[in-house]
């Protein structure tokens, strides 16, 4: 069975691997969920010119809530006198995931990076699920550009302190 929704997953070799473990399995649940026939098609009639990744979001709230994850958490950046706040986020063990879905501008405004310099300097993160889409109109094949350019961010010569990044594209 085809799945409509893609998956990359990129790990620093230096990541906890307990930690590692359950991010794997948290994604691992998410993209099953995200591939259920009836997701997709939410996901395919909301991701159209014009709307907004809140719309996206709120096809899978419910979801990451029972998850763990808390909606815009607040203070996470606290030590840069910053109004920054993630989409999402779980507090592990050792670390935390920040979750952060795009629609639109995703390569255009470079939203992909400004997403992982966030878990960069986030002291309670090392771990990023960025929810991005495989196409928009004005740039075709963007899960697989964006894909390509953060997994540099993986190569060892290139590493930044965020443990794993899982990218679905829907």
Not at 48 to 56: F, M, R
Not at 73 to 90: A, E
Not at 132 to 156: A, E, M, Q, W
Request: hydrophobic content about 35%; proline content about 2%; aromatic content about 12%.
């Amino acid at each position: 069975m085809k799945k409509n929704i893609e998956f990359k997953r990129f790990v620093n070799k230096k990541a906890d691997p307990e930690e590692l473990k359950i991010v794997k399995s948290l994604s691992k649940k998410f993209f099953i969920y995200l591939n259920k026939k009836e997701i997709v098609e939410k996901l395919k009639s909301i991701h159209t010119l014009g709307n907004s990744s809140q719309k996206i979001q709120d096809i899978f709230i419910s979801h990451l809530k029972e998850a763990g994850f808390e909606s815009e958490k607040k203070g996470l950046f606290k030590n840069y006198n910053s109004q920054l706040r993630p989409d999402y986020y779980k507090k592990l063990k050792k670390s935390g995931i920040i979750l952060e879905v795009e629609r639109g501008k995703t390569l255009k405004n470079n939203m992909d990076l400004l997403d992982v310099w966030k878990c960069h300097i986030c002291k309670e993160a090392n771990h990023l699920f960025l929810v991005i889409p495989k196409d928009v109109s004005h740039t075709p094949n963007c899960f697989s550009y964006s894909s390509k350019r953060l997994g540099l961010f993986f190569l060892k010569e290139n590493y930044i302190n965020i443990d794993s990044l899982t990218i679905f594209g829907y």
